[in-house]
């Protein structure tokens, strides 16, 4: 018995037990686990990380709730989908179009719609979720590119998220492919006509997508491939990677007392934040559900099984293709015949353009990064109105992406308000050159309005609407000091210098050779930096003067 006392008394626990004897068979169970996995360390150094509580920051969130319901919902529909050509004979509940011939597609899904238990409301939760989803990648990356959230060291965690929302795009775009009805069939022969606008390859690649010649027999299995595993595979190890950085990186905060790059000011993950985000995530569910419940979305039953020989009226794709579409519809029918070839530059220009600009987003980080030449890490946000030239930029591809949207719609602007087709390309084809001009300048002076508002509140101080009058008869407004946490948050960004074009001697005389790049940098980082980019802000020096009483009322 002593033997076994001592070889009990000696006995430790392993290193990545929590206690020496367990108190039921559950914390048994834990500690054989985190003996095995390490969970109690990795959960202990995660679970209280601090995250900043700010309305804008819950953009992102909408994004991943929306892509879990898209997932959720997709599964189910996915037990009852045909992804099939074959034709077939309905005989279904929906009367007017008992005895048609349709694909096996189409069929299926008339059979989720209409005799599925929840089918219809689960298809509308899932349309409806990936439209939520794009929409909040969309301002969640407005969010970031506004504020400056994607400087160093977040520059690779910008490409993934523009990645998550471009195939998040032609997800949508597949997915609502599928049901192979009369309108999806229309975007289906749109795409097919922008494959063959591609000079040499284009038919090749129309051949080998389609399976022969339109419509072919194999592009709703094949997209029903790279709808359900592809993309969303894709999709998950990016979002996986994407919130992997958010934690690595830390989260970005906005500027305030005691906030600054070295610390993060919120509240613990474990309890409050994934309480709140727990809350949030049924909310989120709860809202695209009852929108499910109340606006139809899709309605293959009104468009009718895809005939090549027929379009349906109204022919919209989803609005986050709306870009693309107003580029080919307002572009003039160019054609270039050479060696007995055709060039169809109507659409192949516009199809060059979609991905250089989607290119340019993707790479703003960088460009940014080697015009101001700044190394330092950034986890403090900058208020739009303090960095003109990026919200000007930001502000005009809005614009350009309105003013094509509206060509995409141009046959529904036309019967809507009674307008010319014409005159809508016309003024599409005009916008699209003069508009972001114009919401640039206006944008930037804006900014630079808004800052000199701020200096002068930090130097004269808040209107009271008290009036005073003084010995000599004059009437002036009395001001109020800003108390010192609103001072702060309108003086703590920073302002930096434009870079210089070096010297065209050195300081021996000799002749240095600067190279166009050089100067092209120098010349960018003066329009961002420069006098006409920035208003200097208030400097201790003026608001002591001020303040002491020499000239304030």
């Not at 695209?288 to 009226?313: E, L």
């Not at 980082?525 to 200097?536: A, T």
Request: neutral net charge; proline residues 6%; aromatic residues 12%.
């Amino acid at each position: 018995m002593s033997s076994a006392s001592s070889v009990n008394n000696d006995a430790k626990p392993s290193s990545g037990s929590t206690r020496a004897k367990p108190a039921n068979k559950f914390e048994a169970a834990a500690d054989w686990t985190d003996g095995r996995l390490g969970i109690y360390s990795l959960a202990r150094a995660n679970l209280r990380k601090i995250f900043p509580d700010h309305w804008s920051f819950m953009l992102g969130e909408i994004c991943l709730y929306s892509f879990v319901i898209i997932i959720l919902t997709g599964v189910y529909l996915t037990l009852f989908f045909k992804p099939s050509m074959a034709e077939v004979v309905y005989h279904g509940p929906y009367a007017p179009l008992d005895g048609i011939k349709m694909s096996e597609a189409y069929a299926s899904t008339m059979n989720i719609s209409f005799e599925v238990r929840g089918g219809l409301l689960i298809r509308q939760i899932h349309h409806w979720a990936a439209l939520v989803f794009v929409a909040a990648m969309l301002v969640h990356m407005m969010r970031v590119f506004f504020t400056g959230a994607f400087r160093k060291p977040r520059e690779i965690n910008w490409v993934f998220g523009f990645l998550l929302l471009l195939l998040g795009m032609f997800d949508g775009f597949f997915g609502y492919s599928l049901p192979d009805d009369l309108l999806s069939g229309t975007g289906i022969r749109f795409m097919e006509g922008a494959i063959l606008a591609v000079p040499l390859v284009g038919t090749y690649i129309q051949m080998f997508l389609f399976g022969g010649e339109f419509p072919g027999t194999d592009i709703v299995p094949r997209f029903f491939t790279i709808h359900v595993l592809l993309i969303p595979g894709i999709m998950l190890g990016l979002l996986v990677a994407h919130l992997i950085l958010v934690f690595y990186h830390k989260h970005t905060q906005w500027a305030g007392p005691g906030k600054t790059e070295k610390n993060v000011v919120g509240m613990p993950l474990m309890p409050v934040y994934m309480a709140k985000a727990g809350g949030f995530f049924f909310l989120v569910f709860g809202i695209i559900a009852a929108i499910s419940a109340i606006a139809t979305i899709n309605p293959i039953w009104a468009y009718g099984p895809y005939r090549p020989d027929q379009v349906s009226t109204d022919a919209q794709p989803d609005w986050y293709m709306g870009f693309s579409e107003g580029l080919i519809r307002v572009m003039p029918g160019w054609e270039v015949r050479a060696l007995g070839h055709t060039l169809n530059l109507g659409v192949f220009i516009p199809l060059m353009i979609f991905p250089l600009v989607l290119v340019s987003i993707a790479v703003y980080p960088f460009i940014e990064g080697w015009i101001t030449g700044d190394k330092r890490e950034h986890h403090i946000l900058d208020r739009p109105r303090n960095a003109p030239v990026r919200t000007a930029l930001g502000a005009a591809w809005i614009s350009e992406y309105l003013v094509l949207l509206i060509g995409g719609g141009n046959d529904l602007f036309a019967t809507h308000f009674h307008l010319s087709l014409n005159s809508i390309t016309y003024f599409v084809r005009a916008g699209f050159f003069v508009v972001p001009v114009v919401v640039f300048f206006i944008t930037k002076r804006w900014c630079l309005g808004l800052q000199r508002r701020d200096k002068d509140k930090v130097l004269h101080g808040r209107e009271t609407g008290v009036i005073k009058r003084l010995p000599h008869g004059e009437f002036v407004e009395v001001h109020a000091q800003l108390p010192q946490d609103k001072l702060y948050k309108y003086v703590a960004h920073e302002q930096q210098q434009p870079i210089a074009i070096p010297a065209q001697v050195d300081e021996n005389g000799v002749e240095r050779k600067v190279g166009r790049l050089e100067k092209t940098r120098a010349k960018l980082s003066q329009g961002y930096f420069g006098e006409g980019g920035q208003i200097p802000k208030p400097t201790a020096e003026e608001h002591h003067e001020i303040t002491s009483g020499h000239g304030h009322h």
